[in-house]
């Protein structure tokens, strides 16, 4: 019967938002223009939405005197600090494409993201912790021929760019406004996929206007509620339903530090009465784990999202009754698809908030599918969990062919994750069919670091698989063959990645075979130096690497 397939479509009883994403929010300008709109902590900042709606016009002014044109690519490379709020609202305003690169990007990196996108522009933080990203651009900066600028926060960079201002008026940049589509592409955000380098999802004012909004009406978002936003802005969590889910509803976003620190995060609550709270399980766990916890006055939260892993039952327990967070919910879904899918209600059981990613959003179809046959399996059944909807991508920047494998012609998102949908339409992500290795809530492509790691002068063959790890949830671990006489160990190829690639992409553990375990027709076996390296490293007991 039909009913018992693995299919459900959201509820359409409130219709999507057809604006662009300035059309939006100069609609929140004006219906709360006095209340609270951003407040950066560890930058002094707090505007309310007409403040914030001046500065974001003033950065809109300026790029648009920088000759920038729609569809132009400006590429943002910076933790979370008010700049970021104000180049995302910025370039949405002029039409512009908002490349998102992540902070702990290095040179190569940097250099690939920047030529792939062909981005006109660079916007950065002079630096970050250990980075230094004027530095860093001034290794890469011949190699990146589109490039025609690059300006530094806290720099005469960024107060000679904004001094351009004065020369385009206000109704310049809202002819400009006025002229986009909500179906014009307006953020690329860099993913891992399973083969390669990173592709560049592509993604829409529509896509990403709706995904915040949607996520913040299952949230009960109104005028009056304010936002901790711990999660980096790079990524769509930070970005759509953290900084879009509160403009699309008047909300304040609250950013309490520049990368995550449970005090910081904590302090934030307390002292901003927030009534929300964004964070992946590894962060709610440190911010019960502060020694001082119960000094801090968390008696405002009533909501949040957790997300990016699975939550241990009694973590949920602690974060609903010593966080006060009775309606934290679960989502679930990835860069492709703007990202969320499914999230659960605020009313839904302890059980169904850690045993699942809850159910459809409004106006999304998802089904469970057959890998093999494509067809659509019975509830119950575990198979390739795939949705469609407006929030699918418009597609990977300048690779059809990876487009094309990923959506399917009828307009399914392939998402390459395992997963069951019960009788109620709770899924619950079961493994994963790709290769990917998730640390932390990154998403990390082994392949990535293979051809990285194959151009190290003593390495023949490199095979890189996730272990389980407490912390994170997976780590990375390196199976490497080396050449004949020469010496090779954890810390000499942990060196030779440090600076070159992210932080998070560098082997925690490198092991030295003399060859693979193979299939018979010379496929690598991966489960099996997954099962070799968890036992020769003695983390059996830390869970699963499904």
Excluded at 71 to 80: C, E, I, K, T, Y
Aim: glycine residues 8%.
């Amino acid at each position: 019967m039909e009913s018992q397939l693995a299919v459900a479509t959201g509820r359409l009883d409130t219709p999507l938002l057809e604006t662009t994403i300035d059309e939006n929010f100069r609609a929140t300008v004006a219906a709360h223009g006095d209340r609270d709109a951003l407040v950066v902590r560890h930058q002094g900042i707090r505007w309310t939405y007409a403040e914030l709606d001046e500065r974001v016009d003033e950065l809109a002014r300026a790029l648009l005197a920088g000759g920038l044109e729609v569809g132009d690519r400006v590429a943002l490379w910076s933790p979370n600090r008010y700049e970021w709020v104000l180049t995302q609202y910025a370039t949405a305003r002029i039409g512009a494409i908002m490349v998102c690169v992540n902070p702990a990007y290095r040179t190569n990196e940097l250099e690939f993201a920047l030529n792939q996108s062909g981005s006109r522009m660079l916007l950065a933080a002079p630096e970050f912790k250990t980075s230094d990203y004027r530095a860093m651009w001034g290794e890469v900066s011949d190699s990146c021929p589109t490039v025609e600028r690059a300006v530094f926060f806290e720099s005469s960079d960024w107060s000679d760019l904004l001094s351009r201002a004065d020369s385009v008026s206000s109704e310049e940049v809202a002819a400009r406004s006025a002229s986009l589509a909500n179906s014009d592409p307006i953020n690329i955000q860099y993913t891992s996929g399973t083969t390669g380098l990173p592709k560049g999802a592509t993604l829409t004012h529509r896509n990403i206007l709706n995904n915040g909004f949607f996520v913040g009406e299952t949230l009960g978002y109104t005028e009056h509620d304010r936002v901790c936003i711990p999660v980096p802005f790079y990524h769509c969590f930070g970005m759509v339903m953290g900084n879009l889910g509160s403009t699309t509803h008047g909300s304040t976003m609250v950013i309490p530090n520049d990368a995550f620190e449970p005090v910081s995060v904590l302090s934030a609550v307390s002292e901003e009465r927030c009534t929300s709270l964004y964070g992946v399980p590894t962060m709610f766990i440190a911010e019960l784990a502060v020694d001082d916890f119960d000094s801090y006055d968390l008696s405002s939260l009533r909501t949040g999202i957790m997300a990016g892993s699975p939550c241990p039952v009694e973590v949920m327990r602690q974060v609903i009754d010593r966080m006060n967070m009775s309606e934290v919910t679960i989502a679930y879904g990835m860069t492709e698809t703007s990202p969320v899918s499914t999230q659960t209600g605020k009313d839904d059981s302890i059980e169904k908030r850690v045993a699942t990613v809850g159910r459809v959003l409004p106006h999304v179809e998802i089904r469970i599918a057959d890998p093999d046959t494509g067809d659509t399996v019975e509830r119950g059944v575990s198979g390739e969990f795939q949705t469609r909807g407006y929030s699918v991508m418009r597609g990977y920047w300048n690779e059809p062919e990876k487009t094309a494998a990923a959506i399917d012609a009828d307009g399914w998102m392939h998402t390459g994750d395992l997963a069951v949908m019960d009788d109620e339409g709770y899924v619950n992500i079961t493994g994963r069919i790709k290769d990917l290795i998730i640390r932390g809530g990154e998403n990390v492509s082994p392949r990535e670091i293979e051809e990285y790691l194959y151009t190290h002068p003593d390495i023949v063959d490199v095979q890189v698989v996730g272990v389980p790890d407490a912390r994170y949830g997976e780590e990375i671990c390196a199976f490497v063959q080396a050449r004949p006489g020469s010496e090779v160990d954890t810390e000499s190829v942990r060196a030779f990645c440090s600076g070159r690639i992210a932080h998070f992409k560098v082997p925690r553990y490198v092991i030295v075979v003399d060859e693979f375990p193979m299939t018979v027709t010379g496929k690598i076996q991966k489960y099996l130096l997954r099962e070799t390296a968890t036992e020769h490293l003695g983390l059996e007991g830390f869970g699963s690497t499904a």
